[in-house]
């Protein structure tokens, strides 16, 4: 028997018809049962032969067989029967028999006098249990039986030994979804950390303790591991992914409820797992409330809306539905973001603007006809050996293009302008970093000069995004797909990293609070070494480091430095009501120097380009910028 049901589980599911014939057969037994019981009890009843009898069967039946395809219950595939099933097929039977008793009230006091049922009411009563028992045993009768042969069966009849990390509402979800698909898979058990689980079933699925994860990883011939649960941390993620990897074990991850499909698990959305994964830490709930104070149904203007940040706020902005206007100079991104908008939030008012924020006046004509309320700067130049060799194109963009947007937002009456920048402005060894702490302080400068309730300026600061453009991300997996080798600048360079997602969060949590100058500064967790992130992209592709795939170093690039900061030597922070964003403390800056600065800076570009050009815009920067110190560039000269 458990044979014959092994081979059927790996059949397609029978047609709904069959099992509305099984149903059928069913309900007949159930009424036919009922009605010999109530032939004992009342001797003036004699089932089925008699009036009473002929017209309960008939409208018993019939009534009871519409009321289940009206509830769908024939959809449902028996050998997953659940507690959901009981549910409609209780709704189901009360319907049915609800209308038989209105059918009797109706024929009671109309033909019958007040006087004569149209058949007995206990009939339809006792008939309403003895139905539901069959109905639902009968579906769980299949599911045992096919659990019974599922977890007795050879494991030679299973092509994927799998194990589930966690037993909770996930878990099962997992669980129901691997059985219910055609791929052939072998749930072994759960694994769990609460202790309390541990020796029980779940689905007839035993649950383990994670204690013992090392020896069912190595001894229990397991194929892949799925991690089932929201609550576990990276450190925990990367733990695990370190012992199946030692154990030749794949591991699977489950995306949040959020992403189900119609609130359903499928087997399709169950993927490897990726080094974001391992590298992002526990999701960031922004105050959607105060957000929604600031931002809900405001004229909002992103600059470098194309970009991966850019684009980001975009998104996120959505959710408080106001007007946005995305600038960008990059024609086919902004098609992309353009058309992503038009698919997923049709009901945002956007507007596509094709522009360069070096062109004043164009930048100048944008906001007199939008009139923006909020501006998010995301625009800029951030690539560091490329802005090494160009400075020219480095001070035009990140400086002067931030200058045009930030002098237009005060001209114009924005109520607040955030810029975005990065680490890298912070004690700069580069001209890409120098030149955003330029930047930086050109727009607390202003912050400084405005009066009352005009324009208020925050700049945020927070390092690299995982899978941005050109991060180092991305660069990895294209080399591993290549077959390698990955390189590396040095094994101990070190970077900040956070989730895209997570970044725009904070910038909009960031808006909130800003009032005057203040550069926030997000949590960015522990810096994570190049080197280990190398060798994990390689693990997670199957592959082993040096074996299948070789790391090589190819040395520091000019203007990097082996690890980031967030805060320059004179600053120091104070804290938000947000756990992870703070507010640095700056240094001050006398205006007439910072006029003076950009005074000269703008008469150096604006002279024909020589070859001197670079080497006087680097020299007014670091002027300015007093912890911009080169290095390994041809610029260290200048810091002589």
């Not at 950390?193 to 994670?210: M, N, Y």
């Not at 929604?292 to 470098?304: A, C, E, P």
Request: proline share 3%; aromatic share 12%.
């Amino acid at each position: 028997m458990l044979q014959l049901i092994n081979r059927l589980m790996y059949k397609k599911y029978i047609s709904r018809w069959l099992v509305v014939a099984l149903d059928s057969i069913f309900i007949l037994i159930s009424i036919f049962f009922t009605g010999w019981l109530m032939d004992i009890r009342e001797k003036w009843f004699n089932f089925p032969f008699d009036s009473y009898s002929i017209r309960f069967i008939v409208l018993t039946f019939s009534f009871t067989i519409i009321s289940i395809l009206c509830f769908k219950i024939d959809r449902s595939i028996i050998r997953y029967s659940s507690f959901s099933d009981m549910i409609r097929i209780l709704s189901a039977l009360v319907v049915a028999n609800a209308l038989l008793l209105v059918v009797n009230y109706i024929y009671k006091f109309t033909i019958g006098n007040g006087e004569n049922d149209f058949y007995p009411k206990q009939l339809v009563m006792i008939n309403f249990f003895v139905t539901f028992i069959l109905l639902f045993m009968f579906r769980m009768f299949i599911r045992w039986l096919f659990e019974k042969a599922y977890h007795t069966g050879t494991d030679s009849c299973f092509t994927i030994k799998t194990i589930i990390f966690g037993a909770g509402h996930t878990g099962m979800a997992t669980a129901h979804a691997l059985m219910s698909s055609d791929t052939k898979y072998y749930i072994k058990g759960f694994l769990d950390d609460d202790k309390t689980l541990t020796g029980r079933t779940i689905q007839g699925i035993k649950v383990w303790s994670t204690d013992k994860e090392e020896y069912i990883l190595k001894y229990k011939d397991i194929d892949q591991l799925i991690i089932a649960t929201g609550r576990i941390s990276n450190e925990r993620k990367t733990k695990i992914f370190e012992l199946c990897h030692q154990n030749n074990v794949k591991v699977l991850t489950v995306p949040r409820v959020k992403y189900w499909v119609d609130g359903k698990l499928n087997e399709k959305s169950i993927k490897e797992i990726q080094i974001e994964d391992l590298l992002g830490r526990k999701e960031i709930k922004p105050n959607t409330t105060v957000i929604s104070n600031v931002l809900g149904g405001k004229r909002i203007l992103v600059t470098g809306a194309a970009g991966s940040i850019g684009s980001e706020i975009v998104r996120q902005l959505t959710k408080y539905n106001p007007e946005i206007i995305l600038l960008d100079n990059a024609e086919t991104p902004l098609f992309n973001i353009e058309n992503e908008l038009k698919e997923k939030y049709s009901s945002i008012k956007t507007d596509i603007v094709i522009a360069d924020i070096r062109n004043r006046q164009h930048i100048e004509d944008i906001f007199k006809k939008y009139n923006p309320q909020i501006v998010f700067h995301a625009a800029a130049y951030k690539h560091v050996p490329m802005m090494e060799r160009a400075p020219y194109e480095a001070v035009t963009t990140n400086v002067f293009g931030t200058k045009n947007i930030a002098e237009m937002s005060l001209k114009y009456n924005v109520e607040r302008f955030v810029m975005i920048s990065t680490d890298k402005a912070v004690n700069p060894t580069n001209v890409m970093g120098a030149t955003k702490r330029y930047a930086e302080i050109f727009v607390q400068y202003l912050n400084s000069i405005r009066k009352g309730n005009q324009t208020s300026f925050i700049v945020t600061r927070f390092g690299n995004v995982l899978g941005s453009n050109g991060s180092v991300i991305p660069t990895f997996k294209h080399q591993i797909a290549m077959g390698g080798p990955v390189t590396v600048t040095h094994k101990d360079i070190t970077r900040f990293f956070m989730t895209i997602p997570e970044a725009a969060r904070l910038v909009l949590e960031a808006v909130t609070m800003g009032t005057n100058g203040e550069i926030f500064l997000f949590d960015m967790g522990k810096p994570v070494r190049i080197y280990d992130l190398a060798r994990k992209m390689i693990e997670l592709s199957g592959l082993e480091p040096e074996r299948d795939i070789k790391i090589e170093f190819t040395g520091l690039r000019p203007g990097e430095k082996l690890y980031e900061e967030l805060l320059t030597s004179t600053e120091n922070t104070l804290p938000t009501y947000h756990e992870k964003i703070f507010i640095a403390k700056n240094e001050e800056f006398e205006k007439q120097e910072v006029e003076s600065h950009i005074k000269e800076l703008f008469s150096i570009i604006e002279k024909p380009f020589n070859d001197t050009t670079n080497m006087k815009i680097v020299a007014n920067i670091k002027d300015m910028v007093k912890t911009f110190k080169s290095n390994n560039s041809e610029y260290e000269v200048l810091d002589k």
